[in-house]
């Protein structure tokens, strides 16, 4: 019989073999090719000491191709809980040192463990992806495995926040656990995502195209929008998410964490008093706004390379979170087009679950005109914006600081879709188009000079925030310099609000 001091070392042993994974050789590769190995991406992403590895030991039970002879501890996946600043967190990676971190049934059943746990516990979850996709040699029982596990982000949307950093492959149906959670991460030049890989590509539409080109970190971040987050390195994105995580709360029913300030609420912004350019159609940056009027000038951007002519980000405000929504006046003038809408509804839904009120800075000529826009269905992912700040019962405050025409006036959060306090500025200009357009359409006959003179006379009606505020659609006129003191008395008011609509199953936003 062994004695205890042999059983302790037996599990010494096994533990120490279990944390290496695929071994020292697979690690040594794995540090070769510029990457960390599951388990160090763990620990740079949690604080110091605090991960709880479960599941160690499990391994599979396929014997198909050979597979009876690549047996490893772990079976491809490291997950359990931890925490950061403090707070739970739960997290699981893909171990590429086991069978390229392909998916068995086996590790599926491990992330489905911890997703569950997760949701049980009203903690966030983190999945750290670098996989081969399905492991071809257990068939369906690997299919079976990812069906589970987006079941499993579907239920938790709008209960937890689920993030996915993407530090390798990721290919293949492998792509939509992801793309069903609130954020992706990517690293630049490491990390992959694509449905058909460039082989099939070629294959099926001979275009030529490597990884990069076809799914990398920039082409994500930039053009297709999948990706929300790119880190420079693995350290870099994986401080990131951290980051992301202090602005939100750990759960739907909670709000998100205060974080003391020492920036004056009512700290004046005089700098935004010239920000503002005499002509209506210079532009300026809302950025710089944003960073002028935030606790410490802290704006954390959210989707910053896709659809740059809208602005998305947390910030705080007397050290509450709030999500900003903004037009980018610096960006195509800042008009709404199909991107940006997909891009602000998204996000005014993400703030919407996790309660988080919004904040929009508007600055808008309106729809972009034209055939592609038409085409792709702009009145189809327009509607969405609408839909989303209608839907949205948080607190919502708007300020128009310059342009706000037509149906981007509507959609941007105005007092029609349920804003509950609407600011503006002396320099906004609230209409159903700008004056000479308008006056193109209404006077098409005059002669060049009379043009002028009722070009000058519609600014003069409707070039100015007045007419909206007789109407009671702008609740108070604002000095620029004023602003930040008055979207925290704004929020402070609105701190309780509660708003009821009709019992539903769930609404049908126009997708
Ligand atoms: C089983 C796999 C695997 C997989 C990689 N490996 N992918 N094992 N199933 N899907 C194994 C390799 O055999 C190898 O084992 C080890 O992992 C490392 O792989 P390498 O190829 O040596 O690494 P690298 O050169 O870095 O290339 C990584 C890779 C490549 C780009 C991911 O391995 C690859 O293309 N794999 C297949 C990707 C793929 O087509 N997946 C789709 C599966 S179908 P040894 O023992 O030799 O070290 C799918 C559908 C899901 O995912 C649908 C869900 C709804």
């Known amino acids: 019989m062994e004695s205890k001091q042999q059983k302790v070392e037996e599990f010494l042993e096994k533990d120490r073999l279990a944390s290496l994974g695929g071994g020292q050789a697979r690690i040594d590769k794995q540090h070769e090719s510029g990457k960390m190995t599951a388990r160090e991406r763990i620990n740079t992403l949690l604080d110091p000491n605090t991960f709880v590895e479960i599941d160690k030991f499990i391994v599979h039970n396929c014997s198909n191709f050979g597979m009876d002879t690549k047996r490893f501890d772990g079976d491809g996946i490291v997950s359990g809980y931890g925490k950061i600043d403090g707070r739970l967190v739960f997290v699981y990676a893909y171990d590429f040192t086991i069978c390229g971190g392909s998916l068995s049934r086996t590790n599926a059943n491990k992330i489905v463990k911890v997703q569950k746990m997760a949701l049980k516990m009203g903690a966030?979850?983190?999945?750290?992806?670098?996989?081969?996709?399905a492991r071809i040699q257990e068939g369906i029982s690997s299919l079976a495995g990812y069906g589970d596990?987006?079941?499993q982000n579907t239920i938790s949307s709008g209960v937890i926040p689920q993030i996915s950093v993407i530090m390798g492959p990721c290919a293949g149906g492998a792509c939509y656990s992801p793309a069903l959670t609130d954020y992706i991460f990517m690293?630049?030049?490491?990390?992959?995502?694509?449905?058909?890989?460039?082989?099939?590509?070629?294959?099926?539409t001979n275009e030529v195209v490597d990884k990069e080109g076809l799914g990398g970190a920039s082409v994500h971040a930039a053009k297709s929008g999948v990706a929300h987050f790119v880190g420079e390195t693995e350290e870099d994105t994986l401080m990131m998410v951290r980051e992301l995580l202090s602005f939100l709360p750990s759960n739907n029913i909670e709000d998100a964490p205060f974080i003391p300030t020492q920036d004056n609420p009512t700290r004046n912004n005089e700098k935004l008093d010239e920000l503002i350019p005499e002509e209506p159609s210079k532009p300026y940056d809302m950025k710089q706004l944003i960073e002028e009027i935030v606790d410490d000038r802290n704006f954390f951007e959210v989707h910053a390379a896709f659809a740059q002519n809208?602005?998305?980000g947390f910030a705080r405000l007397d050290g509450r979170t709030v999500g900003i929504v903004a037009d980018q006046p610096a960006y195509q003038a800042g008009v709404l087009d199909i991107d940006?809408?997909?891009?602000?509804a998204r996000f005014i839904r993400f703030c919407d679950c996790f309660n988080i009120p919004i904040i929009t800075l508007e600055d808008v000529p309106g729809f972009l005109p034209g055939c592609t826009q038409e085409h792709n269905g702009i009145i189809r992912h327009g509607a969405k914006i609408v839909y989303a700040y209608v839907e949205a019962s948080v607190p919502k405050i708007t300020v128009i600081t310059r342009k706000a025409y037509g149906g981007a006036y509507i959609v941007m959060s105005s007092k029609h879709t349920g804003a509950d306090i609407n600011f503006a500025y002396p320099s906004a200009e609230i209409a159903v188009m700008g004056a000479e357009g308008a006056v193109n359409i209404l006077y098409r006959n005059l002669t060049d000079d009379e043009k002028k003179k009722t070009v000058a006379e519609y600014e003069k009606t409707f070039s100015n925030p007045y007419r909206a505020a007789e109407l009671g659609y702008v609740d108070e006129i604002i000095m620029p310099s004023q602003t930040r003191m008055k979207l925290i008395q704004a929020?402070?008011?609105?701190?309780?609000?509660?708003?009821?609509?009709?019992?539903?199953?769930?609404?049908?936003?126009p997708l």
Do not use: C
Not at 124 to 129: E, H
Not at 187 to 204: A, I, R
Not at 497 to 509: D, E, M, W, Y
């Open 491 to 509: 929020l402070d008011m609105a701190q309780n609000k509660v708003r009821s609509t009709p019992a539903k199953k769930h609404g049908n936003i």
């Open 149 to 151: 596990i987006f079941y």
């Open 310 to 312: 809208i602005i998305v």
């Open 124 to 133: 966030p979850i983190i999945a750290i992806n670098d996989s081969g996709g």
């Open 187 to 204: 690293v630049k030049e490491k990390s992959h995502m694509f449905v058909t890989g460039p082989d099939v590509v070629k294959t099926v």
């Open 340 to 344: 940006a809408s997909d891009k602000a």
